[in-house]
C-alpha cells in the first residue's frame, strides 16, 4: 500500500506565478519529508526537506510545509520559472528504523512561459 | 567528483536471461538502495542495504537479487529476467546519521525485456 501519495499527476503553471505541489502520507512514523526533482533520462536529484519537528522551511524560490495533524506537505515555488518544469516527488523517511525512503508517485510541472 | 554511478545506461535482454547492475558510489555512504520507477508509481524500493556484507528486502523484491560485498558497490541481479520487469532502475546513497540525510541518486539504467 502506498505510504506517501501525490495526488495530482500534472500541474500547469504560468510563468512568475506560484506553484503549489501536494502530498499525502500515511505513517505517522515518518519524521523526515523531503523534495525531488526529476528531469527526463536523469535521476532524481534533492531539492529541500523539512523535519518532523518543524512545519516551515525556505531555500530560495522554494518552501515546503508541513502539516502534521493532517499527514500533508506542500512545496511552494515562486515565482516559477520554466526551468521548473519537471516530474516532482515527493518522499519520507523513519530516521531510526532502517533508513528507508519511501515516495510518492510524483507530479509532473509544467511552468508556460 | 562522481556521486552515485550506475552501469550500464541502457540494456535489453531476453525473457529468461539473467543480468547484473551495477552501482558504484564514492561518498563513503553506509547505506545503499536501489528503486525501480515505472509510470503512474513512482519509485518503489526494491533492495537496501545499511553496511557492507548486509541486505534487506525493499516494497518490491520478487525476482531480485543483491549483493554488497564492498561499501562502495551495490550490485542490483535478474536471474531469470521477464516483461515485468521493464522499467527505469535507481540506484541511490545515503549517510547513515543521527540527523537528517538525504539520498543521492544515480542516473538510471532503462533496461526492457523482450
Known amino acids: 500500500d502506498q505510504q506517501v501519495k501525490q495526488n495530482s499527476p500534472s500541474l500547469s503553471v504560468q510563468e512568475g506565478r506560484i506553484s503549489i505541489l501536494n502530498c499525502d502520507y500515511t505513517?505517522?512514523?515518518?519524521?523526515?519529508f523531503l523534495w525531488y526533482k526529476k528531469y527526463p533520462a536523469e535521476g532524481p536529484t534533492f531539492l529541500i526537506s523539512?523535519?518532523?519537528?518543524?512545519d516551515k522551511n525556505e531555500d530560495g524560490r522554494f518552501t515546503v510545509f508541513l502539516n502534521k495533524s493532517a499527514k500533508h506537505l506542500s512545496l511552494h515555488i515562486v515565482p516559477s520559472q520554466p526551468g521548473d518544469s519537471a516530474v516532482y516527488f515527493c518522499?519520507?523517511?523513519?530516521?531510526?528504523?532502517?533508513?528507508?525512503?519511501?515516495f510518492g508517485t510524483g507530479t509532473s510541472l509544467t511552468v508556460i512561459p | 567528483n562522481a556521486g552515485v554511478t550506475q552501469t550500464p545506461k541502457f540494456r535489453v535482454l531476453k525473457t529468461g536471461q539473467s543480468m547484473t547492475l551495477l552501482c558504484a558510489q564514492d561518498m563513503n555512504h553506509e547505506y545503499m538502495y536501489w528503486y525501480r520507477q515505472d509510470p503512474g508509481m513512482g519509485l518503489r524500493l526494491i533492495h537496501y542495504s545499511v553496511g557492507e556484507g548486509t541486505t534487506a528486502k525493499g516494497e518490491v523484491p520478487d525476482g531480485y537479487n543483491v549483493s554488497r560485498l564492498k561499501k562502495q558497490n551495490f550490485l542490483l541481479g535478474l536471474e531469470s529476467a521477464a516483461p515485468s520487469q521493464t522499467s527505469v532502475y535507481f540506484c541511490a546513497s545515503s549517510y547513515w546519521s543521527q540527523s537528517n540525510t538525504e539520498a543521492f541518486f544515480g542516473q538510471g539504467t532503462r533496461l526492457t525485456v523482450v
Open positions: 523539512i523535519s518532523s519537528i518543524k
Open positions: 505513517n505517522s512514523m515518518f519524521d523526515y
Open positions: 518522499a519520507a523517511k523513519k530516521t531510526n528504523t532502517g533508513n528507508q525512503f519511501y
